[in-house]
């Protein structure tokens, strides 16, 4: 695997890694290496993901000498693969965080729109900036954003393609938490670990509740919360830690994720 993209285990969390300086790009060999991560965190199966890049900046975006040439048909192709990892990510059935911090453009934001939570230093800024080649986002971000902040948001931070503060996306509701400039690895892991502690498939049944509840609406998440719910009362986290739970109080229990 190249090591522009690689996914590693420590402990019950995986963390995949963007390392292709110095600006992160999504050139060639990223794009090729993002969706292999991806796939060895799916198939690994830790109880979280981070999601985090090396260097002064999460990514600057895609290398414009990627969409030289390309065919009606190229396009296609290329918006093809890089929505597979969009859904791979969302699909995984355990919580995925994303750490931005500096700047964070284009495929890499559609990237942190894919996790389930977005977390930011201070100084991050974000834009989907495709415009400027006279592009829309391809990997899903227009409709991500809108899912997260409406479509009047979407259209504005597409159309305009500026540069949005974390702190401005955090009232927007598309990042989750903004935390001080130095502080983003340590407190995003510990987020991450803490996540990975948690009950793995009672997770899993709250990601697919709110897909359920974008996808349906809330009458539609209603018709499915007994089938997510329901097998919960049979997992083992669940039984362990009712009894926990009435023998020494809230707070006391842990899960193995079963």
């Known amino acids: 695997m190249s090591d522009t993209a690689r996914y590693e285990r420590d402990g019950d969390l995986g963390v995949i890694t963007i390392a292709n300086p110095p600006l992160n790009l999504f050139d060639a ?3 090729g290496a993002l969706p292999r991560a991806v796939a060895a965190a799916a198939d690994d199966a830790p109880r979280a993901l981070l999601i985090r890049a090396e260097g002064k900046l999460f990514t600057g975006g895609v290398d414009v000498a990627v969409f030289k040439g390309l065919s009606e048909a190229d396009g296609r192709a290329l918006t093809a693969d890089l929505l597979e990892v969009t859904h791979q990510l969302e699909d995984m059935p355990f919580p995925t965080v994303a750490a931005v911090h500096g700047l964070c453009l284009t495929a890499g934001f559609e990237l942190s729109l894919a996790c389930d939570l977005i977390w930011a230093d201070t100084s991050a800024r974000f834009g989907l900036v495709e415009i400027v080649v006279g592009l829309t986002p391809l990997m899903g971000g227009t409709q991500r954003v809108a899912e997260r902040a409406g479509p009047a948001r979407a259209r504005e931070l597409v159309m305009t393609g500026e540069l949005y503060p974390a702190e401005t996306l955090e009232r927007w ?4 938490r903004v935390v001080a400039d130095g ?3 340590e407190q995003a892991t510990k987020l991450a670990r803490r ?3 948690g009950p793995t498939r009672a997770n899993a049944a709250t990601k697919a509740i709110v897909r359920a509840q974008t996808d349906a609406g809330t009458r539609g998440a209603d018709a499915a919360t007994a089938d997510l719910g329901a097998p919960l009362f049979e997992t083992r986290d669940l039984q362990r830690a009712v009894e926990t ?3 020494e109080g809230p707070g006391k229990a842990t899960f193995e994720g079963r």
Do not use: P
């Open 29 to 31: 060999d990223l794009i």
């Open 173 to 176: 509701g598309v990042v989750n």
């Open 183 to 185: 502080e983003l690895d």
């Open 195 to 197: 996540l990975a502690a």
């Open 245 to 247: 739970f009435l023998s």
